[in-house]
């Protein structure tokens, strides 16, 4: 069985031969990792037992610039980004200022450094794994990048005409990427928005609901009538629980990253109460990565595959990117755990 039959399988809540992986991990962690393999890339990915290799395609691609420290950076969309620590984070937002905006020009779709990433691995891996193209962070967080958090948050309160013309452009380009991914027989549409913190969502269920859930469920509509066989992930950190059951209704396949520390997180009651998803991460990297021993993380690994493996419907990874705190050891130790504890007998 090959990593793509394998994702297929387990996403569709069938018990396969093993859970699939897929690890995600700073560049950082990266380096540390290509020193222990010998390989780099997606090479690496693949040898660390990754069933899913995924790339951005979309606004996120302004993370990925290689910076140095303190050096800055505009994206496509105009976004700024400076270098601070191991991240490009954003420091200017190109519609601060709505006088801007009339004569905003969105990004190409087509942009071929866009897709330069994608077409290499579907060339290489298209056949084996499940090629996975990054759509998000779509519609509440392009928002903020666009305009500030303080100010987009007021938008969507007290300037709906301005909010409800930058969804419609918003939604304009991810409809023409997603449609030019499945064209090129992508296997999962990964979309996602963070919307919620430790505590709890940023904005109200209700607020979701009301602007942003139809734009989603539209989304998924095009890319299930587009190309049945295609799953659709989504993901946002934090404690999301309320509108669980919203993602479901509109046609979600697999939820990521299941955020055990957050409220209302804990990964066996998502599982209880939402058996029809796919759940994806579910591994602590707040604390039990960056702090456990290798014997706390292998016991780690084997109670959440414990606790969400069998009848399928689990795909194995960290709760977030492993970041550069977290040792080399105790990720052997989770890779080693997982390859045990993820077999189905």
Not at 251 to 256: A, C
Request: hydrophobic share 45%; glycine share 8%; net charge negative.
């Amino acid at each position: 069985m090959d990593s793509k039959q394998r994702v297929w399988q387990i996403a569709h809540h069938a018990e396969a031969d093993r859970v699939p992986c897929h690890i995600w991990y700073t560049p950082q962690i990266g380096e540390k990792l290509a020193q222990v393999y010998g390989l780099s890339g997606a090479a690496l990915e693949v040898a660390i037992g990754n069933d899913i290799l995924m790339t951005h395609v979309g606004v996120n691609l302004g993370f990925d610039a290689e910076l140095a420290p303190g050096e800055e950076y505009a994206d496509d969309w105009g976004i700024r980004y400076k270098r601070v620590f191991y991240y490009n984070e954003v420091i200017g937002n190109p519609l601060a200022d709505l006088s801007a905006w009339p004569t905003y020009e969105f990004p190409d779709p087509a942009w071929p450094r866009r897709w330069q990433r994608l077409d290499e691995l579907l060339a290489t891996y298209g056949g084996s794994h499940c090629i996975a193209a990054d759509l998000s962070s779509n519609y509440f967080e392009i928002g903020f990048h666009l305009r500030g958090m303080e100010r987009w948050l007021t938008d969507l309160v007290a300037d709906p005409g301005f909010v409800e013309a930058l969804l419609e452009r918003l939604d304009a380009f991810d409809r023409q990427v997603a449609r030019l991914a499945l064209a090129r027989g992508v296997d999962i549409i990964w979309l996602g928005s963070d919307i919620a913190s430790q505590q709890g969502m940023i904005l109200s269920p209700e607020l979701w609901r009301r602007v942003f859930k139809p734009r989603f469920a539209q989304l998924i509509r095009l890319v299930k009538e587009a190309e049945p066989r295609v799953l659709v992930a989504y993901h946002s950190c934090g404690a999301i629980r309320p509108v669980i059951p919203d993602l479901i209704e509109i046609g979600l396949d697999i939820l990521n990253p299941i955020q055990p520390l957050a409220q209302r997180m804990e990964p066996a009651g998502i599982k209880r109460d939402f058996p029809e998803l796919t759940l994806h991460g579910g591994l602590d990297v707040q604390q039990l990565m960056p702090y456990g021993t290798p014997a706390e993380v292998r016991d780690g690994v084997r109670r959440l595959m414990d606790a969400l493996a069998p009848g399928g419907g689990f795909i194995f990874g960290p709760a977030h990117a492993l970041q550069p705190d977290v040792p080399v050891e105790n990720i052997e130790a989770m890779l080693e755990a997982a390859a045990e504890a993820g077999r189905y007998r």
